[in-house]
């Protein structure tokens, strides 16, 4: 099968540039991150975060306006987050322990999940055999392995693994038309990271009723807990934290976000200082342009798939996932392990047959999967937004994915074949 061939070759590609860029940069690499996790060799990235907000939690003080207004600690979860520590409490769990067994089992579990969605994806089209089925699990598993942003996380202790484990298994829902469901892990993915609950307004356009009966049950299943459980005061002090970061964002580079390449562009902070109380001063032209970026994005999510008569629903969905994830102002390393899905959704698509869009295909993954410290020398230069690398290959994609279909919402003749589904058999 012409499309395993290609796999394949792909996932020897992405170990030999692993192992190139690992001889190049021992220090910053995707190979020396995963040999750190498989040894659980975890950060407290969350934790210690979460520690200081619990602290507050219980000492009956206001949270954000203590410790983020107050003592300028970065703790930027809603206070829903508190539910984790919460039940460890009740259990009598050790969080920091507790926290590590739970990233380590999401880094598992997405690597599990990947295999599934791409043999799922495959075997829409194509009879597959019980070698084929474990081989090409093998290879997605191999191919999330090496992919950074889910390593990374891993690797700091950060809770967004758990995220990504979140979002992936809910695609995988819904391949299964498991939509009820999905729904109910995407609220699970707002407890952490809000900006999800802009699905609910996909689902209204898109008329998804039982996604979205079942994602707004949740949600406010969750929210009316958290106030009773954490009060009023603080949800309405966390839209007030939100604000601010909008307002402002990151400049550390690792801020692969179109906020972060604007503060690194104007020099409007320090580019490779990490402060835990610090963020970059308000600058208008920054902030006008965030907020033009994530609306235009945004509004592409939601309408663009609608115009154009998008038939792969899969496909919508993974889309505006990517496309709320690169619309906030700040977006890590480890967020773009929500871009791995609909990488490896479409990797059939793109390797069924070999073209021009094969290769754009292969390139935005690769970079994607790695990091590339080589652009640090823009730093102090107007090619700065190199640094940036993430933002082009993220948007790259997104525009790569609006190219498969054409305005009618065929098939467009000069780029692989898409069916209802995807692939269709032909291509294989």
């Known amino acids: 099968m012409k499309l395993q061939r290609n796999l394949y070759l792909f996932c020897a590609a992405d170990f030999i540039l692993s192992c190139l860029l690992a001889a190049l940069y021992p220090q910053a690499c995707e190979l020396r991150s995963l040999v750190s996790v498989l040894l659980y060799r975890l950060g407290t990235d969350f934790t210690f975060f979460m520690d200081k907000a619990w602290s507050v939690f219980r000492s009956g003080e206001p949270l954000y306006s203590t410790l983020f207004f107050d003592q300028h600690i970065k703790f930027i979860y809603p206070p829903s987050s508190l539910f984790l520590y919460g039940f460890f409490s009740l259990l009598h769990i050790p969080e920091e322990p507790a926290v590590g067994v739970l990233v380590f089992g999401s880094f598992l579990g997405t690597l599990f999940c990947a295999g599934e969605i791409l043999k799922l994806k495959i075997s829409e089209h194509v009879n597959l055999n019980k070698t084929q089925c474990w081989r090409i699990s093998l290879c997605a598993a191999f191919l999330g392995a090496l992919f950074f942003p889910i390593v990374n996380g891993t690797l700091?202790?950060?809770?967004?693994?758990?995220?990504?484990?979140?979002?992936?298994?809910?695609?995988?829902?819904?391949?299964?038309?498991?939509?009820?469901?999905?729904?109910?892990?995407?609220?699970?993915?707002?407890?952490?990271?809000?900006?999800?609950?802009?699905?609910?307004?996909?689902?209204?356009?898109?008329?998804?009723?039982?996604?979205?009966?079942?994602?707004?049950?949740?949600?406010?299943?969750?929210?009316?807990v958290a106030i009773v459980l954490f009060?009023?005061?603080?949800?309405?002090?966390?839209?007030?934290?939100?604000?601010?970061?909008?307002?402002?964002?990151?400049?550390?580079?690792?801020?692969?976000?179109?906020?972060?390449?604007?503060?690194?562009?104007?020099?409007?902070?320090?580019?490779?200082?990490?402060?835990?109380?610090?963020?970059?001063?308000?600058?208008?032209?920054?902030?006008?342009?965030?907020?033009?970026?994530?609306?235009?994005?945004?509004?592409?999510?939601?309408?663009?798939?609608?115009?154009?008569?998008?038939?792969?629903?899969?496909?919508d969905l993974i889309f505006f996932g990517m496309v709320s994830t690169l619309s906030s102002p700040i977006v890590w390393h480890h967020h773009y392990g929500y871009f791995f899905v609909g990488l490896l959704y479409c990797l059939p698509l793109a390797f069924g047959e070999?073209?021009?869009?094969?290769?754009?295909?292969?390139?935005?993954?690769?970079?994607?999967?790695?990091?590339?410290?080589?652009?640090?020398?823009t730093a102090n230069t107007v090619w700065n937004p190199l640094m940036s690398y993430d933002v082009f290959a993220g948007i790259g994609f997104l525009l790569l994915i609006a190219g498969w279909l054409d305005s009618s919402g065929e098939k467009n003749p000069t780029l692989p074949t898409l069916s209802n589904s995807g692939i269709s058999t032909p291509t294989y």
């Open 231 to 315: 009060g009023l005061h603080d949800e309405i002090d966390y839209l007030r934290l939100l604000s601010f970061l909008g307002h402002r964002g990151e400049a550390f580079f690792p801020n692969q976000s179109i906020n972060g390449l604007l503060e690194r562009w104007t020099h409007n902070a320090p580019i490779f200082k990490w402060s835990f109380a610090d963020y970059p001063p308000y600058r208008k032209v920054v902030y006008i342009g965030t907020l033009a970026s994530s609306t235009l994005l945004l509004v592409l999510g939601l309408i663009f798939p609608v115009l154009r008569k998008w038939k792969d629903r899969t496909l």
């Open 354 to 377: 070999r073209g021009t869009y094969t290769y754009w295909f292969a390139a935005i993954f690769l970079v994607l999967s790695n990091i590339w410290p080589t652009f640090n020398w």
């Open 156 to 224: 700091l202790g950060n809770i967004q693994t758990l995220l990504t484990f979140l979002w992936t298994l809910a695609v995988l829902c819904w391949m299964k038309q498991q939509k009820g469901t999905a729904g109910v892990l995407l609220a699970m993915v707002c407890v952490f990271k809000p900006m999800f609950a802009l699905f609910l307004l996909w689902a209204a356009i898109r008329k998804e009723w039982r996604f979205l009966v079942f994602f707004l049950g949740s949600l406010v299943a969750i929210q009316a």
